[in-house]
């Protein structure tokens, strides 16, 4: 009985004494669809809350899409990101803030969408001010709305 004592003190030691490890960043999947129940041309889910270190795959689910970051959209420091054409794309997210993105040939058509990583989004305020064309315009405004009031809610 005290040899089974003194494994378990030994186990129980060594789990103290080594470092706690990081915990596993998360796997996304973001579809690039021609339609959906949420209309044409479309990012599925078009939001994504996420914690830093997370990554995002835009999965090309219908052909003639692309994932790519809208310019002044991604926050100071953070490296815009670009697919291919009919190509799926893994993006890791480090930096903490707001990610527009959008589908460059139906960018007009409204083929937009956002990723907030982390508790805060210390660019939403310079997101809100980059214009988007067409059809665009009102789904960004949607989808910054969404993330204003979960940041509101989270406080």
Do not use: W
């Not at 409204?110 to 982390?118: A, L, S």
């Amino acid at each position: 009985m005290k040899l089974h004592m003194h494994i378990a003190l030994a186990v129980l030691g060594l789990s103290l004494a080594l470092p706690a490890l990081p915990a596993r960043a998360a796997d996304h999947e973001v579809k690039m669809l021609n339609r959906s129940e949420s209309g044409m041309m479309v990012f599925e889910p078009a939001y994504l809350d996420i914690a830093p270190g997370d990554s995002v795959t835009f999965v090309s689910t219908d052909p003639g899409h692309n994932a790519q970051s809208i310019k002044g959209m991604v926050p100071e420091g953070a490296k815009p990101f670009q697919g291919q054409m009919s190509k799926s794309l893994t993006v890791t997210f480090e930096k903490e803030g707001i990610y527009g993105y959008k589908c460059m040939p139906h960018y007009p058509m409204g083929m937009v969408g956002v990723i907030h990583v982390g508790k805060g989004a210390p660019n939403l305020a310079a997101a809100e001010k980059v214009k988007q064309p067409g059809m665009a315009k009102a789904r960004m405004a949607k989808l910054l709305k969404q993330a204003e009031t979960e940041l509101a809610a989270a406080k």
